[in-house]
């Protein structure tokens, strides 16, 4: 799952395409292989969108100033590719049959095939490899003048995650973003709403932040937004210099240099120095049910099933129980042998890697 970022707010003028590169740049740190945006130019009543594979650079330097000065509301996106190749067509925004629709997406729409399939036999023309794709043309065939209407229409047929942000020509005064089981916020600025995947995109330009929650379908217009279930704003108690870079030319080597910190932080207030131990709160709750696990399973993609193998060995030569440590795309569609004697351990370092949370 990667980014999202939208931008609306009353300046028509506001420079909505710069903030919100901006914005999308500070979510560069969790990883993507492509970047787009769409925006509703409002003197030209027209959406404009544009593509670009790589670094987002890459789509800086297609970025066309002549159409940008009314550029609101725009939705932007980082992808991380999951179904389809990573190419410029497959990149977001995805957009219906008739160029209305514009849609970003975080997540799987597992029952895409079948959806496609039958949108296809509807005479829906679709561009793209991706599953994202059939949302656009879902939020079309139920269009029929208000755009939420259309997308939660639509989102009754979807299986799967999402965090999405959806514009449209022919309602084109809003944004309406929805969740499930990928994270979406509202940042609420001076007459401008900034919608993100991320806090750290939004920080810049306000604190005050809504969490949608899963379920949650949020309209955000020039002057206003409404979700379904009403929610009181949180301050983000981060500061900006979390997010940063510092002096450290990339996220990665941040990130190696602050082992020491990272790990400090990790044990805080967990060890007991004068016993040579440690104490994990929270697992004494489940202690009998421990003491019963004869079989172990480490859950995780990438970076955090190399903890995980880690983990394996500990936990063979410390608890000696046996452990097994598998990717979370193989895991959902095997057959673990699962039983009350063994424990699931899943792992993610963002808390939000699709296979691992499915
Ligand atoms: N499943 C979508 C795709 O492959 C979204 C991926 C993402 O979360 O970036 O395009």
């Not at 932040?209 to 379908?217: F, H, P, R, S």
């Not at 019963?292 to 099933?305: L, P, Q």
């Amino acid at each position: 799952m990667c980014g999202i970022i939208g931008y609306i707010g009353k300046d028509l003028t506001a420079k909505s395409v710069d903030l919100g590169i901006e914005a999308l740049k500070r979510l560069e740190y969790r990883g993507y292989d492509s970047s787009g945006f769409a925006f509703w130019n409002a003197k030209e009543k027209k959406i404009f969108s544009q593509k670009a594979v790589g670094k987002i650079a890459s789509l800086e330097e297609k970025l066309d100033y002549g159409h940008t000065d009314h550029a609101n509301p725009i939705i932007l996106h980082t992808r991380w590719a999951t179904h389809g190749g990573v190419t410029e067509k497959n990149a977001h925004p995805h957009c219906d049959c008739h160029q209305n629709i514009w849609i970003i997406h975080n997540g799987i729409i597992e029952n895409f095939r079948q959806l496609k399939r039958q949108l296809e036999n509807e005479g829906h023309l679709f561009t793209s490899e991706t599953d994202t794709e059939v949302l656009a043309h879902l939020i079309e065939k139920y269009f029929v003048g208000n755009l939420e209407d259309a997308v939660r229409a639509a989102l009754v047929h979807i299986e799967g995650t999402y965090g999405l942000a959806v514009i449209a020509r022919d309602d084109p005064d809003k944004i309406v973003a929805a969740r499930l089981s990928s994270p979406l916020l509202i940042g609420i600025g001076n007459d401008e709403y900034l919608l993100a995947s991320d806090p750290s995109a939004v920080i810049a330009r306000t604190r005050k932040v809504i969490y949608l929650d899963d379920g949650e379908v949020a309209v955000i217009g020039r002057d206003k937004f409404s979700i379904i279930r009403e929610k009181k704003p949180q301050e983000i108690d981060w500061s900006q210099g979390d997010f940063d870079k510092g002096d450290y030319p990339h996220y990665m080597i941040k990130e190696i240099m602050e082992q020491p910190e990272t790990l400090e932080n990790a044990i805080k207030g967990r060890l007991i120095p004068e016993e040579g131990n440690a104490r994990l709160g929270g697992l004494d709750l489940v202690e009998k049910k421990l003491r019963a696990v004869n079989k172990a399973y480490i859950v995780a993609c990438g970076t955090a099933s190399h903890a995980g193998l880690v983990g394996e060995y500990m936990f063979e030569e410390y608890a000696e129980i046996l452990t097994k440590t598998e990717a979370a795309s193989e895991f959902r569609y095997r057959d673990m042998l699962l039983d009350k004697h063994s424990v699931v351990i899943a792992i993610s370092q963002s808390g939000e890697t699709a296979d691992t949370l499915a």
